[in-house]
């Protein structure tokens, strides 16, 4: 399939463990953050949101956090299964520069999972 | 629900000549983004269009541009296609809402055009 990103840092897990994707976000007036999740030949396939006002959401084996202070966005996975191999952006929406619809994307971050 | 629809899935093009990219949105979905995505450049916003009108521009040049039709299907345009422009072009729809309940206003990706400039 297409290369997404040749140069993307990797995190490589082994199938069971859990995972931890990190990115640092650009605005500080940034007020929703989002992450997705990109396979090979495929377009970006949303997984989880977070509001500025909240510090933690859960989802289905994801959990984000958003540390306003120092402008830190992670996403845990738990259990990660081999399906979860692919390249994870996380994306900020700053009212301000260009209005809810613009999604400013981190460079992102590829995971391996190994079985 | 069927889900974003771009086409054509390929095209390969040379210097000079110019492209059409075509994006179906979800049904029911009113705004339509177009983005860049390059192995050196990652994601870029081009432009995002609700209602038939451009409500936000990126910054590329205006050899790229967009329309909008009536159905919220749209198409983007490169003109004088350069080298540089070898990528894969993605289009998200959203509900287009610019307030209130952000939950309901998530983007969904097409599968996306791989446009190679040769």
């Known amino acids: 399939g297409e290369s997404v990103g040749l140069h993307l840092p990797t995190l490589s897990v082994q199938e069971g463990d859990n995972s931890i994707i990190n990115c640092a976000y650009s605005n500080s007036a940034s007020d929703y953050f989002i992450w997705y999740k990109q396979e090979s030949g495929k377009g970006p396939q949303f997984i989880i949101d977070?509001?500025?006002?909240?510090d933690k959401r859960q989802g289905q084996r994801v959990t984000v956090l958003l540390n306003k202070t120092v402008k830190h966005l992670s996403l845990q996975i738990a259990a990660t299964q081999p399906g979860d191999s692919a390249v994870y952006f996380c994306?900020?929406?700053?009212?301000?520069?260009?209005?809810?619809?613009?999604?400013?994307f981190g460079a992102g971050t590829r995971l391996a999972v190994h079985p | 629900k069927a889900g974003v629809t771009q086409t054509p899935r390929y095209l390969i093009k040379t210097r000079g000549q110019q492209v059409t990219l075509s994006c179906s949105p979800i049904s029911g979905h009113r705004s339509v983004s177009w983005y860049q995505q390059t192995p050196g450049q990652g994601l870029q916003f081009l432009f995002e269009?609700?209602?038939?009108?451009?409500?936000n521009k990126g910054n590329f040049p205006g050899r790229f541009s967009g329309r909008q039709f009536s159905n919220s299907r749209s198409e983007m345009n490169v003109s004088t296609l350069e080298l540089g422009d070898s990528a894969l072009y993605l289009c998200?729809?959203?509900?287009?809402?610019?307030?209130?309940?952000?939950?309901?206003?998530?983007?969904?990706f097409g599968a996306g055009t791989r446009l190679s400039v040769l």
């Open positions: 269009y609700f209602s038939e009108t451009q409500r």
């Open positions: 977070i509001r500025s006002n909240m």
């Open positions: 998200a729809s959203s509900l287009g809402y610019e307030w209130g309940n952000l939950a309901k206003n998530i983007q969904y």
């Open positions: 994306a900020e929406i700053s009212p301000f520069s260009g209005g809810y619809n613009k999604l400013i």
